[in-house]
């Protein structure tokens, strides 16, 4: 079982549309939460950064942690087709005297016009 | 405007001839980190740099190396490049070892004739 599962898509919303991407774990160890969105042949980018169970709200954005059932989500709102693109789910936690990253396998969306 | 830079963007060589992909980065960050990506996949941690201290994970092959001359600078080097090593090498940095999000570059995609 890895880590961090992700589904990985792809997922294809029509433009205005909520968009919920999920993501489970398994690593109970697992403090920091972050999505990432990742254009074609460009590297990732900080979308959200949490660390609490609960949401967290940054314009069109919103992330959900759910620690009791290992369970983070990412909604979209009004998706837009400049949305399109993969989404990494990432988690961390302290190991060997270092922050490690765990990234999900990430979800290919795509807002169609 | 970037903050962590990568070059070259792409880079291709030959069946055993070894390559040297680079990472600079204006966020005075005491860490950087290598992933390599590939196609469809999450970015996998090959290792990472606190300061000068270098940190390998258990299974990073041999055959890639780093080095971080300074601050700002940070090497992958590639010592007989496998078909299998055509990805996506991808830097990262964190101002320090908590639980910091960390900031990409845009990778250098590498083929490998």
């Known amino acids: 079982q890895k880590e961090v599962e992700q589904d990985p898509g792809p997922l294809s919303v029509p433009e205005g549309a909520i968009v919920s991407l999920n993501c489970t774990y398994s690593n109970s160890a697992f403090q920091y939460f972050m999505w990432y969105r990742q254009y074609s042949r460009k590297g990732p980018e900080l979308l959200m950064y949490t660390y609490s169970s609960g949401n967290k709200e940054d314009g069109r954005f919103t992330a959900q942690v759910d620690k009791s059932s290992k369970y983070i989500s990412l909604f979209i709102r009004d998706s837009q087709p400049s949305d399109s693109a993969t989404y990494l789910c990432a988690m961390s936690a302290w190991a060997q005297g270092a922050q490690k990253l765990v990234f999900g396998q990430g979800t290919r969306l795509t807002i169609n016009p | 405007d970037a903050m962590v830079i990568q070059n070259p963007r792409y880079q291709v060589t030959q069946f055993g001839k070894p390559v040297t992909l680079s990472c600079s980065q204006t966020l005075n960050h005491n860490v950087m980190y290598w992933y390599q990506q590939k196609s469809s996949q999450a970015p996998k941690l090959l290792f990472h740099?606190?300061?000068?201290?270098?940190?390998n994970e258990a299974d990073t092959p041999d055959n890639f190396q780093s080095r971080r001359p300074n601050t700002s600078f940070c090497f992958l080097d590639i010592r007989s490049p496998g078909l299998g090593d055509a990805a996506m090498y991808l830097c990262?940095?964190?101002?320090?070892?908590?639980?910091?999000?960390?900031?990409f570059g845009d990778g250098t995609r590498l083929s490998i004739l």
């Open positions: 990262a940095t964190s101002r320090d070892q908590s639980n910091q999000p960390q900031h």
């Open positions: 740099y606190y300061d000068k201290d270098f940190n």
